[in-house]
């Protein structure tokens, strides 16, 4: 058991940096000074051994699982909490559920640069409790806006985990190991996104029909939301230890007595060269934007990102809905509709984590054993092409009204492509930069905004042209 590490404190250069561009942000800042000897040394997180590695792993995903959980848990009771404020425009009620998403996009282009500069923990835990914070906020909310105001707060400060979890998994396993640790993360926050409407729907039939009136739905339901995320950290708080690599050479430095000469610090941790703290911090904060400006592949890979969210999270506002009306589910039943999505986020988290390391090291192995980021193309073509597949047979299968299975089957195909699509597409983001939690923040941005926007016309979208057409 470990405690907390404790916050370095920067020191004051005099030196007057370049201007980064994407050659300087793809640079290696990991080749130490030889009297470091960081590589064979204990404390470099790629030295830990395997079970070491998974504990921090698997507690990075538990920190990426409780904030959609949270959010998502409010998904199956939306007329129940739309009665409760009064709020009668389809639009608003959405927007309860989707306001969420617009800081959430914001979130990752602060978090993940200060994770650069201080370390993931400090971002981890300080995030985590602020989200418990407002996520009790939404709890005791007595209005629509300050309910509204709560769950924008929850959604920035929920946002870290995600964004600073990829960065993570690129600090403990090289290239080749990646892909089993990526898949393990990336299915939290997806898999909460199912379980979070299963949990929410049934504590609001079971616990909600039996509770007072004094005690509204949306207390019940983001009072155990805020449950959960502080038992994560009373877990991860101890235990979870720091990955970054330059924040870790440097104590390591500190306590070898090396001294602070710019120099080796440079070679320590490349953006201690800036003269300030805030010049510091402002190259670091603007390095996304920079990534995601000056590198198309990057703007692609995350526009497409966006496109597969926004249609997930339009399913996820309008499953309630279609299952209840059209299927006649009761509300604890409708929410175990989203046990399709699950399934398909499941398998492909292993479909994705051992496919894509046993086919990158196959093309490694022919390249000379050398792999290259374009080496994760292959898969993520399959889940491309598996993506509109579901899609089309969940809308057209809804539409005909036929059997309840068939457009669950067609989430679990659609669940399957987008779990493949995000654990490939991070994958690649994070062996093509090596600020890997700033290439994976410019991804969540857009990813966020879309999942933000699509909801809030998903209702108006199935009034006009119903499921089938609505998802063509």
């Known amino acids: 058991m470990t405690t907390a590490p404790e916050v370095v404190p920067l020191p004051s250069l005099q030196t007057d940096p370049e201007v980064p561009t994407l050659e300087m942000l793809n640079s290696d800042p990991e080749k130490p000074s030889s009297s470091l000897s960081w590589e064979e040394g204990e404390e470099n997180p790629r030295n830990w051994s395997e079970s070491k590695k998974w504990v921090t792993i698997v507690l990075v995903s538990a920190y990426a699982?409780?904030?959609p959980l949270g959010s998502s848990m409010m998904a199956p009771a939306l007329p129940?909490?739309?009665?409760?404020?009064?709020?009668?425009?389809p639009t608003i009620t959405a927007l309860t559920l989707s306001i969420f998403l617009l800081t959430f996009s914001f979130g990752p282009l602060l978090f993940a640069p200060l994770s650069e500069c201080y370390g993931r923990t400090w971002v981890f835990h300080l995030t985590n409790i602020g989200y418990l914070a407002f996520t009790l906020g939404c709890a005791f909310a007595s209005s629509t806006g300050s309910l509204l105001g709560f769950r924008l707060l929850a959604g920035f400060f929920g946002s870290a985990a995600l964004a600073v979890g990829g960065g993570s998994v690129a600090d403990l396993f090289a290239p080749a190991e990646r892909g089993n640790a990526m898949a393990l993360f990336s299915l939290g926050p997806l898999l909460a996104s199912s379980l979070g409407p299963v949990f929410g729907g049934f504590v609001t039939q079971t616990i909600g029909y039996n509770s007072s009136p004094s005690v509204p739905y949306s207390r019940l339901l983001m009072g155990t939301a805020a449950a959960a995320c502080?038992?994560?950290s009373l877990i991860a708080i101890p235990l979870?230890?720091?990955t970054y690599a330059p924040v870790l050479k440097y104590r390591h430095s500190l306590k070898s007595n090396l001294g602070l000469d710019p120099e080796e610090l440079r070679k320590i941790h490349p953006t201690f060269a800036y003269g300030s703290l805030w010049r510091f911090l402002w190259a670091n904060l603007k390095r996304p934007l920079i990534i995601l400006a000056t590198s198309l592949i990057c703007f692609v890979l995350s526009l497409y990102l966006a496109y597969m969210w926004g249609i997930y999270y339009i399913m996820f506002t309008t499953f309630p809905g279609l299952f209840s009306n059209v299927y006649g589910f009761s509300l604890g039943l409708s929410g175990l509709a989203f046990i399709g999505l699950g399934l398909g986020f499941t398998t492909a988290t292993f479909a994705g984590g051992l496919g894509g390391n046993l086919i990158y090291r196959r093309l490694a192995a022919r390249n000379g054993g050398k792999g290259t980021p374009e080496m994760r193309i292959p898969l993520l073509i399959v889940g491309s092409v598996l993506m509109p597949i579901g899609i089309f047979w969940y809308g057209w299968s809804a539409q005909a009204q036929i059997h309840w299975?068939?457009?669950?089957?067609?989430?679990?195909?659609?669940?399957?492509?987008?779990?493949?699509?995000?654990?490939?597409i991070q994958l690649y983001l994070v062996d093509s930069f090596t600020y890997a939690a700033s290439s994976v923040a410019a991804a969540s941005t857009f990813?966020?905004?879309?999942?933000?926007?699509f909801p809030l016309f998903g209702a108006q979208l199935y009034e006009k042209l119903d499921y089938g057409g609505g998802n063509r």
């Open 65 to 67: 699982f409780v904030t």
């Open 405 to 424: 299975i068939m457009p669950i089957i067609g989430t679990a195909i659609f669940g399957f492509a987008v779990n493949m699509s995000s654990i490939l």
């Open 447 to 453: 990813r966020s905004l879309l999942g933000f926007a």
């Open 230 to 232: 502080g038992l994560c």
């Open 80 to 89: 129940q909490i739309s009665e409760r404020f009064s709020i009668t425009s």
């Open 240 to 242: 979870l230890q720091e």
